[in-house]
């Protein structure tokens, strides 16, 4: 897949495929391509696709509307959250997870049976109860913003999970308790994409395979033990080895 | 990607305008044209007593010498005062004793606008009056309210049943001559509603008139007046709607408010007027003068509106703020899209001590609209340790659009204190992109963020009023993000 902003190639040449049950890692220096690469696949507007496709259950996903990759299983936990003052986050969230049981066909849930839903999500990334009496993202923490996204997460129960980010701004704590909800999330039919400049995170969510994104291209995929290596070695080796690169 | 948002915004706020219907009863109009012998006939016609005659023809001779007002933000095509029909009403029985004698094609508008006047229908214990182009229709709950004491009823049966309290309070916050359209109002107006609350009485329900326009070529000239004794308390609604048409429809009502010793009145508006059509045409030009008077101490007057509608708005509720420790409040939403202009706001004056006063203004402008918000806070050098807060809030929609602002504000002592905030924002792209990407549609984000954006003013409103509004807000930009 090719994808240009403005006349600007972002990304050229992904080939990625991830299956049911696995959990995958991006990583790569700053700019590397790896936020557009989860917009790209969310439905952000902006981008241009010159070339490639996404199947995504055997289905192409680009032509398809950003709100019905949601309500089909997609979903991006952002890296900055977006504010949406004077709409509470529990009218946010009712709205939203009733647009995906509208989807599947399902009836939407009452006012009661809702409440009951999220106390019981709220356990999992221990969410203070009153954040979602707020407006949406407004006035909460950065740690606040990114638990209050894998919150999202569990409410929306997605197929296909893309992490942007996550762990930036959060402290080692919530960083285990992001990382936890992450993991009681998965099961043998979901799948992560987890985006990160570290490691840190790759020793909570342990994924089945790490790829590095460098210019816009995938240059080396293997397991986990890529990640560690990473780390010790820093990115200047990757840039090293494809220094020839446009 | 603007380009793109932008059409999105236009597909969202194409919907139509669904009170656009028409109602073919039949309908007394007098002759088109405006002079003394108009004014007279509209007197006669209405068998009002004899100081009202004076009333109208000192207003009429005052708006021959006025000149129409040219100050506000808007684009005013030239109007043809001659060309309008200035009395028209349902033919039958004027006013009804029972529902059975209404005409059922009366009953049926209403209820198609969602106003049941069946008073064992009625949902929520809202007294309703409704007033067909000049003339008041029915007055729900008439009877519990007169055992409280209440007075509410149409301007015509105030006028015969109590004369000396319309005589002693017409005009009193806004005088025969205070603007071309108030006069004009003051010359012609047929109906309206009147609503006189004791003292020490807490009005039981909320009082509302619903405004309709229906005859061609008519204008709409109501009037209201409610005033409020000694300790007591009233919440009152306005609504209003008319059908489409190609030409321009003029409007020009005149509310009054009058609150004595601790009295608060709540007044709250959703005023939904034909706007127009896509391209402009049609449309009511809306010209209204609200104003309160605090008379009493620690009085309260609270004004809510929620201006979706018109093609031209121009209208700004105030308070005079006599009594010392009076307080005036203004929540405002005006929503414009494709054509419409609206230049409306709020004057506050101060003239008791330690007065207080809060203006929260909240402007929407999408399409190829303009929407302005001017606004007055004045404090005279008398009026100590007075406090005002004013916050004027701009939302754009799109790259066509304009948002204006124009605060005047006059202090004349040095204990006072005047605050004012203003921000101007565009709907952001990131905004509806977290929405749709949990699964919310960009029609769905728009209103839902619109109605965050508003959602300081809406809590003002009687709960049901508020749902309506909400609505109203979201349907009214069907067709306008960007």
Known sequence: MCVSVEGKEILNGINLEIKAGEVHAIMGPNGSGKSTLANVLAGKDGYEITAGEVTYMGEDLLVQAPEDRARKGIFLSFQYPVEIPGVPMVSFLKTAVNEHRKFRGDKPLSAGEFLKLMREKKKLVELDTELTNRSVNEGFSGGEKKKNEIFQMALLEPKLSILDETDSGLDIDALKIVAHGVNALKSPETSTIVVTHYQRLLDYIVPDRVHVLYKGRIVRSAGKELALELEEKGYDWIKKDNANQP | ?482
């Open chain 2, 1 to 482: 990607m603007m380009e793109n948002q932008d059409n999105i915004l236009h597909e969202v706020t194409q919907s139509d305008y669904k009170y656009g219907f028409y109602t073919d009863i039949e309908t007394e109009v007098i002759e088109k044209g405006l002079n003394e012998q108009v004014v007279r006939t509209i007197w006669e016609k209405k068998g009002e007593p004899d100081f009202m005659l004076e009333f109208r023809l000192n207003a009429y001779r005052k708006w021959l010498k006025m000149e129409m007002p040219d100050w506000a933000y808007l684009k005013i095509p030239p109007i043809d005062f001659q060309a309008i029909s200035y009395y028209a009403a349902p033919r039958k029985k004027p006013k009804y004793e029972s529902l059975d004698e209404v005409d059922p094609e009366l009953l049926d508008t209403f209820n198609k606008l969602g106003i049941p006047l069946e008073e064992q229908k009625h949902l929520s214990g809202v007294a309703v009056d409704a007033v067909i182009d000049s003339v008041s229709v029915k007055t729900t709950f008439k009877e519990t309210l007169a055992e409280k004491g209440i007075i509410f009823c149409s301007f015509s049966e105030a006028l015969k049943d109590h004369p000396d309290l319309v005589k002693k309070y017409i005009s009193m916050a806004v005088p025969v001559g205070d603007n071309y359209f108030a006069a004009l109002n003051s010359a012609v107006f047929s109906d309206g509603s009147f609503c006189y609350i004791p003292k020490g009485v807490r009005c039981p329900m909320e009082l509302s008139t619903y405004f309709r326009i229906n005859a061609a070529n008519t204008g709409q000239f109501e009037r209201t007046l409610i005033v409020a004794d000694e300790d007591s308390y009233v919440s009152y609604l306005e609504g209003c709607t008319a059908p489409m048409r190609d030409e321009n429809q003029l409007h020009a009502a005149v509310v009054e408010i009058i609150a004595m010793d601790r009295a608060e009145v709540k007044y709250s508006t959703v005023q939904n007027w034909y706007p127009g059509d896509k391209e402009g045409r049609g449309g009511i030009f809306n010209f209204v003068t609200k104003r309160g008077i605090c008379r009493g101490e620690s009085s309260k007057i609270s004004w809510t509106q929620v201006e979706t509608g018109s093609a031209i708005t121009w209208k700004y509720p105030s308070c005079i703020l006599l009594g010392n420790n009076s307080v005036g409040e203004f929540y405002s939403v005006a929503l414009t899209n494709h054509h419409q202009q609206a230049d409306t706001g709020t004057k506050m004056i101060h003239i008791g001590k330690n007065s207080r006063s809060t203006i929260v203004s909240k402007g929407i402008s999408a399409g190829v609209s303009d929407n302005s918000y001017r606004g007055l806070v004045k404090i005279m050098p008398g009026a100590a340790n007075c406090r005002n807060f004013s916050q004027c809030d701009s939302l754009l929609m799109g790259d066509k659009c304009g948002a204006h602002t124009f605060p005047y504000i006059e202090v004349g002592n040095s204990s006072s204190i005047v605050e004012h905030e203003a921000t101007t924002s565009k709907i952001g792209e990131d905004q509806i992109f977290y929405c749709n990407q949990r699964g919310i549609s960009t029609e769905d984000a728009i209103g839902m963020i619109v109605n965050g954006y508003a959602r300081e003013v809406l809590n003002k409103l009687p709960m049901e009023f508020a749902v309506e509004a909400q609505k109203l807000l979201a349907i009214s930009l069907e067709g306008s993000v960007g």
